[in-house]
């Protein structure tokens, strides 16, 4: 048998130690990767595993009018879970679920049994607090409780469309809560518990908690005080007349910022399930599309005087109540006419033929110039879904009538929002602003303004002169024409009524108007424009002038109150027709005995309170003016 020499025998260990060494060098390489680079991500990985996550919801951002006044807020609504594989007496378990939850035990107990490592049961979603005590007295294994919220709208209806309304999931589903869905979200949060492969949970690994992330409060251009008297007037115009539907806009000309929006019929968010979706998906304020009426004569007015081509104070008109164009006979509202007249008293008395004229005047390109400078045939922009953008003439197919009628307000198609962003460029110095609604976005937390949206002018459509004798116009159609209805006492209120028949299968329907009105005030610096109108109003007169103007005149006078504009004493005096309840001043009453009083308040009423011999405060005060029966509370001392 051949021997092995030593060296021979050295050199194979030491190939075999090299080879050892080798891979016990590719092991140890392996374990210190494995330990330092993959060693957090693997046990991440087994957590997971082991891991049961409960999530809390976060607070959806709430949304606030310009003084913070919260209008969509969170109500705290627990959801609860079930770890079937926890769950030691599935029977037991749904024995007690199932009552305070209202539903069957079968099917408690087909939530209970499930293969899932996780369930949720629907039927304990978002419930109240005292649902979720009692479940949390049950203390039953394998049944917790997640944080989780429900939209809550502290003024039910209170700007409804505008609003918008959140599901289940607390998504954005309409209005600014669908719009601005991804800000006001926020990210979700979670408890994490451990359990081994049975599903029990392990005691000796502490639980994990991820904070959610809330979402971000929208503050609007909204202001509640302007809003919550424009609701007043809605709901008494609601009442009295039993309306096809009705739409009020308040806006700030100087800015487009919109201070109020709303519209009948109306519906709660918190239940808007019940509700036709034709109400809840149609905002009318910037979705309905008719023609204005006599409203849009503030805009042939405007091109009308811009260009040069009347004087309202020098040049008259004779309005025999009828006009003839293009072999078509056009009538006034007036079937007798007005007579001759200047034209400050042709836009006083919305007389058709006088604004005929002034359209041809002007001529078709230069009309329709105006009009789409004005912003209509196009959507204003306005920072919410579902805007119209109204119809106009294509400019080759205006005829003689058709430009005639447009001059009136006939035959064009507009929105809401269009005439009121129109109207205030009109007024304010010639700037067209585009309308908004959202004003800034701030985080909750720090208080930081994430974005904030400042006003945009889009053009000069008119100049400072042309807008200063329309402001001076629109006063005198107040004070002495057809708005008079819309006067009021100490400020300074201009606007135009409008009457406007509606059209069905091509033809207009008879008795059946949207009646409206366009306020601004005060006249000379106008810090508000209101827009009224009445779709259909039972039971009266159909006409601009009487249902429209009381309504805005008593949205301008309260608002501006509630804005802390000071009255004047430098009106127009206004001029006093038949039916006109007359104004007289609030006598002083203070000092006086109840003997006194008497012989004091022949034309009005007293609301008395109090058990003294004298009177001590009045309102209103002395020197008001208030109209001639009404209530003045007085209050009484010793």
Not at 200 to 208: E, I, T, W
Not at 470 to 490: N, Y
Not at 562 to 586: C, F, L
Request: net charge neutral; with cysteine.
């Amino acid at each position: 048998m051949k021997r092995v020499s030593n060296v021979t025998v050295r050199k194979r260990l030491a190939y075999a130690l090299i080879i050892g060494v080798f891979i016990f060098s590719i092991i140890d390489i392996r374990l210190g990767y494995v330990q330092f680079f993959k060693g957090d991500w693997l046990t991440s990985n087994a957590k997971d595993l082991w891991s049961r996550n409960i999530p809390f919801q976060p607070e959806r951002g709430k949304i606030v009018d310009r003084n913070g006044v919260e209008l969509a807020t969170n109500q705290s609504a627990p959801t609860i879970f079930v770890v079937p594989r926890q769950i030691t007496n599935p029977q037991d378990t749904a024995e007690k679920l199932a009552p305070v939850l209202n539903i069957s035990v079968e099917v408690a107990y087909k939530y209970v049994t499930q293969a899932d490592s996780m369930v949720r049961i629907n039927e304990g979603r978002k419930i109240s607090y005292e649902k979720a005590k009692e479940i949390r007295d049950l203390n039953l294994k394998g049944v917790y409780l997640g944080e989780d919220s429900k939209r809550y709208y502290p003024y039910g209806s209170y700007l409804s469309h505008v609003l918008g309304f959140a599901g289940i999931d607390n998504q954005g589903l309409m209005g600014l809560e669908l719009s601005y869905d991804e800000e006001l979200s926020g990210d979700r949060g979670y408890v994490k518990f451990f359990s081994d492969a049975k599903g029990k949970r392990m005691p000796d690994m502490a639980d994990d908690f991820e904070q959610p992330e809330n979402g971000l409060d929208l503050k609007l251009t909204i202001d509640t005080k302007v809003q919550t008297i424009v609701e007043r007037e809605l709901d008494i115009a609601q009442a009295t007349y039993n309306p096809d539907g009705i739409i009020a806009i308040a806006m700030n000309p100087k800015t487009g910022e919109v201070l109020a929006m709303s519209s009948r019929p109306t519906f709660d968010p918190a239940n808007f399930k019940n509700v036709p979706q034709e109400i809840y998906n149609r905002n009318l304020p910037i979705w309905s599309t008719y023609e204005p009426g006599s409203t849009f004569k503030i805009i042939t007015l405007a091109a009308a005087l811009e260009e040069g081509k009347v004087d309202l104070y020098k040049e008259k008109f004779h309005d025999p109540g009828y006009i003839e164009v293009g072999g078509a006979t056009l009538h006034c509202w007036k079937r007798k006419g007005h007579g001759t007249q200047t034209f400050l008293e042709v836009v006083q008395n919305s007389c058709n033929p006088g604004f005929v004229e002034l359209g041809n005047r002007l001529g078709k390109e230069k009309l329709f110039s105006y009009i789409e400078d004005f912003g209509f045939g196009k959507k204003t922009g306005i920072d919410l879904q579902g805007e119209g953008k109204g119809i106009l003439f294509n400019i080759d197919r205006v005829g003689p009538v058709e430009q005639a009628t447009t001059a009136f307000g006939q035959g064009v198609a507009v929105t809401p929002i269009q005439q009121v962003a129109a109207v205030s460029a009109a007024v304010n110095g010639g700037i067209l602003y585009q309308p908004f609604i959202a004003k800034e976005l701030v985080d909750p937390s720090s208080g930081e303004v994430v974005m904030r949206k400042t006003p945009e002018k889009v053009r000069r459509v008119i100049s400072e002169e042309t807008s200063k004798q329309i402001r001076e116009a629109l006063e005198s159609v107040v004070a002495q024409g057809t708005g008079g209805k819309a006067f009021v006492d100490g400020y300074r209120i201009g606007g135009k009524t409008g009457t406007a028949q509606k059209a069905k299968d091509g033809k207009y329907l008879e008795n059946n108007h949207i009646v409206s009105f366009m306020g601004i005030a005060p006249a000379d610096d106008p810090e508000i424009v209101v827009y009224v109108a009445v779709d259909n109003p039972k039971g009266t007169i159909q006409f601009g002038g009487v249902v429209a103007a009381p309504i805005a005149g008593s949205i301008i006078g309260d608002s501006l109150e509630a804005m802390g504009v000071p009255k004047r004493k430098d009106q127009i005096e206004k001029k006093m027709n038949w039916d006109d309840v007359p104004m007289i001043e609030t006598p002083d009453l203070i000092g006086l005995t109840k003997q006194e009083l008497q012989q004091q308040l022949v034309n009005l009423k007293l609301d008395i309170s109090g058990s003294g011999k004298k009177v001590v405060r009045q309102s209103p005060d002395p020197g008001v003016k208030i109209k001639q029966g009404s209530t003045v509370r007085i209050y009484l001392e010793e």
